[in-house]
T-cell receptor, first 117, second 111 residues
Framework: DAGVIQSPRHEVTEMGQEVTLRCKPI?????LFWYRQTMMRGLELLIY????????DSGMPEDRFSAKMPNASFSTLKIQPSEPRDSAVYFC???????????????FGPGTRLTVT | LAKTTQPISMDSYEGQEVNITCSHN???????ITWYQQFPSQGPRFIIQ???TKVTNEVASLFIPADRKSSTLSLPRVSLSDTAVYYC????????????FGSGTRLSIRP
């Protein structure tokens, strides 16, 4: 298996532009997570999906951020309009949610380094 | 929400055993304890997960006392390549759960 795939690996954009980050989870995993990592705030969970349905988006910083999962093999995180404070590394992770409710280990992608100037 | 507390940093030498302790006083009955490792410019990587007592795999051991209010990750005979940030998580079981990574422990291994 190729693991979790994220694209692009690097993105540089100007303030006000729309940014779309993409993620392909591991086949067979039913949960998908989007994280953001910065030096100041560490690794933050933004949103997670279970069976393609958003379950908890309380970590999404504001309305400029949106995430979708149209099918089990693809998810996007969109920022519109982007701001310099959105500069961070964005990770996507996938996992299997157990029958008892908890998750098995999460597998992280390589991340997308976003720079907004 | 269950919150974890772990040392900000630790230093050790090659060949030594390293123990990193994490406190999680508010852990709930159904919560599991999971440890991740993160190298610079990479996503976190799963190390080990446990519920109680002791769990061992090819990489590490996890010790959890009976009250489950803390856990200790044990890395046997560390090498320079074990230099990384280690995160302790409590996997929260609820429909409105939120996974909190915390600040992690920055482990530095010296020759």
């Amino acid at each position: 298996d190729a693991g979790v795939i994220q694209s692009p690996r690097h993105e540089v954009t100007e303030m006000g532009q729309e940014v779309t980050l993409r993620c392909k989870p591991i086949s067979g995993h039913n949960s998908l997570f989007w994280y953001r990592q910065t030096m100041m705030r560490g690794l933050e969970l933004l949103i997670y999906f279970n069976n393609n349905v958003p379950i908890d988006d309380s970590g999404m910083p504001e309305d400029r951020f949106s995430a979708k999962m149209p099918n089990a093999s693809f998810s996007t995180l969109k920022i519109q309009p982007s701001e310099p404070r959105d500069s961070a590394v964005y990770f996507c992770a996938s996992s299997k949610k157990g029958l008892a409710g908890g998750w098995h280990e999460q597998y992280f992608g390589p991340g997308t380094r976003l720079t907004v100037t | 929400l269950a919150k974890t507390t772990q040392p900000i940093s630790m230093d050790s030498y090659e060949g030594q055993e390293v123990n990193i302790t994490c406190s999680h006083n508010n852990i709930a009955t159904n919560d599991y304890i999971t440890w991740y490792q993160q190298f610079p410019s990479q996503g976190p990587r799963f190390i080990i997960q446990g519920y109680k007592t002791k769990v061992t795999n090819e990489v590490a051991s996890l010790f959890i006392p009976a009250d489950r209010k803390s856990s200790t990750l044990s890395l046997p005979r560390v090498s320079l390549s074990d230099t990384a940030v280690y995160y302790c998580l409590v996997d929260i079981y609820s429909s409105a759960s939120k996974i909190i990574f915390g600040s992690g422990t920055r482990l530095s291994i010296r020759p």
